[in-house]
C-alpha cells in the first residue's frame, strides 16, 4: 500500500513538500466528472479541491477508507461535515484558517464602504454617461457590530481601524477578552444591534448560526443600518431580509446567498438597496501563496507525526 496525497494544486508547482508520500493531482476536473488519480484506498490526506461544486468535493469522501487527515482550503468546514456519515471514525478534519483572512476582510470593507458612499449608483450612472452627484454615509463616526470574531473577524477589525470609527462591538459563540477589547456572547446581539450602524456577518455556518439573522434579528437592527455578509449564505433567512430591502428601512452587501448560486430571475437581484457579490471573499490573488504554506507547513508536520494545525474535529469522537 502507498501513502497517497491528493492534492488539487499541482504537485510540482508547490515548493517545499516533504519527502515521503506520493503526491496526486485531482480537483475534479472541468465537469465534476476527473477519475480519482489513484486508488482511493491508499489516499491518507485528502486536501479538498476549492471553488469547486460541493457534490465533486464530497465525492471522494466514501471511498477514502483509509484517510487519516482531510484539509479543506475553506475556512468554514460545512460542506464536508454535510457528509460526516460518508467518513469512517479517526478523521481529522482541518481548515484553512490563516489563508482567507486578508482577503476576506479586504471584501468586507470594500463592500461596506462602496454600500455606504453609493459606488453601484456611480458605475450605473457611468455606464449611462451621466454625471450622478449626491451625498452619502461616510464609515466615519459608525457604529460598527462584527458576529463572528474569530480570526477572519480580527482581520475585518484591523482594517476598520483607520476608518474613525465610533465604536466597534465584537461577538462570537461565547464571551472572552481580546487586545482590542470585550467579545461578547451571540446571547448579547438583542442588546448590541439597535445601536449598530453597520452589522458584519462573519461566523461559520453551524446549527447554531444557521437562520440567525432571522426577522427578529432584522427588526431589532437600526432604521437605515447596513448589513455585511461575507459568512456563509444560509446564516441569514433570505425572505426575512427581502422584506426588510423592499420596504427600505435596512441595506444589504451580499458575498454570498441563499440559494448559492443565486439564480437568475431571484428577487435579490432587482430588490433595491442591494449590492451582491459571487461569493469572491476568499478567491483573490492572496489566496495561492498563502494555501501553498498552509499545505507545506501541514504535510511535514504529517509526515514527521507533529501536531497538525487548525483541526476543527475527529470523526467519531
Given at each position: 500500500?502507498?501513502?497517497?496525497?491528493?492534492?488539487?494544486?499541482?504537485?510540482?508547482?508547490?515548493?517545499?513538500?516533504?519527502?515521503?508520500?506520493?503526491?496526486?493531482?485531482?480537483?475534479?476536473?472541468?465537469?465534476?466528472?476527473?477519475?480519482?488519480?489513484?486508488?482511493?484506498?491508499?489516499?491518507?490526506?485528502?486536501?479538498?479541491?476549492?471553488?469547486?461544486?460541493?457534490?465533486?468535493?464530497?465525492?471522494?469522501?466514501?471511498?477514502?477508507?483509509?484517510?487519516?487527515?482531510?484539509?479543506?482550503?475553506?475556512?468554514?468546514?460545512?460542506?464536508?461535515?454535510?457528509?460526516?456519515?460518508?467518513?469512517?471514525?479517526?478523521?481529522?478534519?482541518?481548515?484553512?484558517?490563516?489563508?482567507?483572512?486578508?482577503?476576506?476582510?479586504?471584501?468586507?470593507?470594500?463592500?461596506?464602504?462602496?454600500?455606504?458612499?453609493?459606488?453601484?449608483?456611480?458605475?450605473?450612472?457611468?455606464?449611462?454617461?451621466?454625471?450622478?452627484?449626491?451625498?452619502?454615509?461616510?464609515?466615519?463616526?459608525?457604529?460598527?457590530?462584527?458576529?463572528?470574531?474569530?480570526?477572519?473577524?480580527?482581520?475585518?477589525?484591523?482594517?476598520?481601524?483607520?476608518?474613525?470609527?465610533?465604536?466597534?462591538?465584537?461577538?462570537?459563540?461565547?464571551?472572552?477578552?481580546?487586545?482590542?477589547?470585550?467579545?461578547?456572547?451571540?446571547?448579547?446581539?438583542?442588546?448590541?444591534?439597535?445601536?449598530?450602524?453597520?452589522?458584519?456577518?462573519?461566523?461559520?455556518?453551524?446549527?447554531?448560526?444557521?437562520?440567525?439573522?432571522?426577522?427578529?434579528?432584522?427588526?431589532?437592527?437600526?432604521?437605515?443600518?447596513?448589513?455585511?455578509?461575507?459568512?456563509?449564505?444560509?446564516?441569514?433567512?433570505?425572505?426575512?431580509?427581502?422584506?426588510?430591502?423592499?420596504?427600505?428601512?435596512?441595506?444589504?452587501?451580499?458575498?454570498?446567498?441563499?440559494?448559492?448560486?443565486?439564480?437568475?430571475?431571484?428577487?435579490?437581484?432587482?430588490?433595491?438597496?442591494?449590492?451582491?457579490?459571487?461569493?469572491?471573499?476568499?478567491?483573490?490573488?492572496?489566496?495561492?501563496?498563502?494555501?501553498?504554506?498552509l499545505l507545506v507547513d501541514q504535510l511535514t508536520r504529517?509526515?514527521?507525526?507533529?501536531?497538525?494545525?487548525?483541526?476543527?474535529?475527529?470523526?467519531?469522537?
Amino acid at each position: 500500500m502507498t501513502a497517497d496525497v491528493w492534492l488539487p494544486i499541482p504537485p510540482q508547482e508547490i515548493e517545499g513538500l516533504p519527502a515521503g508520500p506520493r503526491y496526486l493531482f485531482w480537483d475534479g476536473g472541468e465537469d465534476g466528472e476527473q477519475e480519482f488519480p489513484g486508488d482511493p484506498a491508499d489516499c491518507v490526506l485528502y486536501v479538498v479541491p476549492y471553488m469547486k461544486r460541493w457534490p465533486v468535493k464530497v465525492r471522494p469522501l466514501e471511498h477514502l477508507t483509509g484517510v487519516r487527515v482531510i484539509q479543506t482550503l475553506t475556512a468554514g468546514v460545512d460542506d464536508v461535515t454535510a457528509r460526516l456519515s460518508d467518513i469512517r471514525p479517526g478523521v481529522r478534519l482541518c481548515n484553512a484558517r490563516g489563508v482567507h483572512e486578508a482577503s476576506t476582510a479586504e471584501l468586507a470593507l470594500a463592500l461596506t464602504l462602496a454600500s455606504l458612499r453609493g459606488i453601484p449608483q456611480f458605475v450605473r450612472a457611468q455606464a449611462e454617461g451621466r454625471w450622478h452627484s449626491a451625498f452619502h454615509p461616510s464609515l466615519a463616526d459608525k457604529s460598527v457590530l462584527i458576529v463572528g470574531y474569530g480570526a477572519i473577524g480580527a482581520a475585518i477589525e484591523d482594517r476598520l481601524a483607520p476608518f474613525e470609527l465610533a465604536r466597534v462591538a465584537r461577538v462570537a459563540r461565547s464571551k472572552r477578552t481580546t487586545a482590542r477589547g470585550l467579545v461578547h456572547p451571540l446571547t448579547d446581539l438583542p442588546s448590541l444591534l439597535p445601536d449598530a450602524d453597520v452589522v458584519i456577518l462573519s461566523t461559520p455556518l453551524t446549527e447554531e448560526t444557521r437562520g440567525l439573522v432571522d426577522a427578529e434579528f432584522l427588526g431589532r437592527m437600526k432604521d437605515g443600518a447596513l448589513l455585511v455578509n461575507v459568512a456563509r449564505g444560509p446564516v441569514v433567512d433570505t425572505k426575512a431580509l427581502l422584506a426588510e430591502l423592499d420596504s427600505g428601512r435596512l441595506t444589504a452587501a451580499l458575498d454570498v446567498t441563499d440559494p448559492e448560486p443565486l439564480p437568475p430571475g431571484h428577487p435579490l437581484w432587482q430588490t433595491p438597496g442591494v449590492l451582491i457579490s459571487p461569493h469572491v471573499g476568499g478567491p483573490s490573488s492572496a489566496f495561492l501563496p498563502r494555501a501553498k504554506r498552509l499545505l507545506v507547513d501541514q504535510l511535514t508536520r504529517f509526515v514527521n507525526h507533529e501536531p497538525l494545525r487548525n483541526v476543527i474535529l475527529t470523526t467519531g469522537s
